[in-house]
């Protein structure tokens, strides 16, 4: 099993910046990516961003790319969302997530492992 525990999402006003933060314990090594995903009210849980852990390759959702940065620190078992330019659209439940399988992390089905989710409100 793998533990996630999210931190960093909080309240900002439109253009600024948050980051978040998960750290991860338990069999990290069993895992191949990790991610981010948010979710509004009355919608799907919606692919953000990814990072593989072996070779960093990134992924991210069109609406974020230029904006967002996933980041790593394998010596710390921790990701990272770097959210900047931020816009009331983005206004979600951010869940961190890990995977052990490869494929199209996009699809929210790839994802093994759940954190509990942290807020983040962006306001115009």
């Known amino acids: 099993q793998v533990q996630l525990v999210e931190s960093g999402g909080g309240l ?12 991860a314990s338990g069999r990290t090594s069993s895992t191949i990516a990790m991610g981010w995903l948010r979710q ?11 990072i593989t852990t072996s070779g960093g390759s990134t992924y991210y959702v069109d ?5 967002f940065t996933i980041s790593r620190d394998n010596a710390e078992n921790t990701v990272y969302l770097q ?10 439940v951010y869940y961190c997530a ?3 399988y ?3 992390y996009y699809q929210k089905f790839l994802w093994n492992y759940w ?10």
């Open 63 to 67: 609406s974020v790319k230029g904006r």
């Open 98 to 100: 890990a995977t052990k």
């Open 40 to 50: 509004t009210p009355g919608k799907d849980r919606e692919f953000v961003a990814a």
């Open 115 to 124: 954190g509990q989710g942290t807020q983040v409100t962006v306001s115009s």
């Open 12 to 23: 900002v006003q439109a253009g600024g910046s948050l980051r978040l933060s998960c750290a």
């Open 102 to 104: 490869s494929g199209s």
């Open 83 to 92: 959210m900047n330019n931020l816009r009331p659209e983005d206004t979600a």
